[in-house]
């Protein structure tokens, strides 16, 4: 059971560049999510999707999309990367229901944009 | 949306001290309250949560208490370690079904126990 993986673990892109930051769990968890992580900023919620074929946007969803295919994959994609974007990116998954709402975090994807 | 305010935004304490940490809300309809630590360059990791039927909750040397009224919940360390050090998110969200992973985190907290 590997839990919440992510690649790539670091990535750097020049500006106007697109890629896409993956990410799968095995723990058939129906809900995953995108973070950002910025120092003094807390983790702020990019997009999040509830099920395969639902998603929907956080607080800051400008410059990223995201698609929900099957449960197990999220990929955050950033068509047109900018500078601003330079952040750790956190996938997190957490089964949906009642009961814990634990948040099952990836390693982290620390990318930088030139 | 909501907004969580997290204080203080360093906090450092000698080994054996306690430490506390206080975060705010403004939604009142949020009523689930977990506390994450980020040790450096890992992910972060649940230690202890809260919902709003409860006003407290211990695990061992860490607390949680959450007073809705006021809209604040506090994590409190007691006997600190020298691998009590991290950063230490709060957030909040609305609890139950879909809505539980929907958090909204504060700013954290680097937190320095000194042997």
């Known amino acids: 059971n590997a839990g919440v993986t992510q690649t790539p673990k670091f990535q750097v892109l020049k500006t106007g560049q697109s890629m896409t930051l993956q990410c799968a769990q095995d723990?058939?968890?129906?809900?995953m999510s995108w973070y950002r992580q910025d120092p003094g900023m807390g983790l702020r919620l990019i997009h999040y999707?509830?099920?395969?074929?639902?998603?929907d946007q956080g607080e800051v969803p400008n410059g990223y999309n995201v698609s929900r295919s099957t449960t197990e994959d999220f990929p955050l994609r950033l068509l047109s990367a900018a500078p601003s974007q330079t952040s750790v990116y956190f996938c997190?998954?957490?089964?949906?229901?009642?009961?814990?709402?634990?948040?099952?975090f990836g390693e982290g994807s620390r990318l930088t944009v030139l | 949306g909501e907004n969580v305010e997290q204080h203080p935004s360093t906090l450092s304490v000698q080994e054996g001290d306690s430490a506390v940490i206080k975060c705010t809300y403004s939604?009142?309809?949020?009523?689930?309250f977990p506390w994450y630590k980020q040790e450096l360059g890992k992910r972060p990791q649940l230690i202890i949560d809260?919902?709003?039927?409860?006003g407290e909750k211990k695990d061992q040397r860490i607390a949680v208490t959450l007073n809705k009224t006021a809209k604040h919940f506090s994590l409190h360390i007691t006997e600190t370690q020298p691998e009590d050090s991290a950063v230490y998110f709060c957030?909040?969200?609305?609890?139950?079904?879909?809505?539980?992973?929907?958090?909204?985190f504060g700013q954290g907290t680097i937190l320095t126990v000194h042997p």
């Open positions: 997190a998954s957490r089964p949906t229901g009642r009961g814990t709402g634990e948040l099952f």
């Open positions: 723990m058939n968890h129906e809900y």
């Open positions: 999707s509830v099920g395969a074929g639902i998603t």
């Open positions: 939604d009142s309809a949020s009523n689930y």
């Open positions: 809260i919902r709003s039927n409860v």
């Open positions: 957030a909040s969200s609305e609890g139950g079904g879909t809505s539980y992973g929907k958090l909204t």
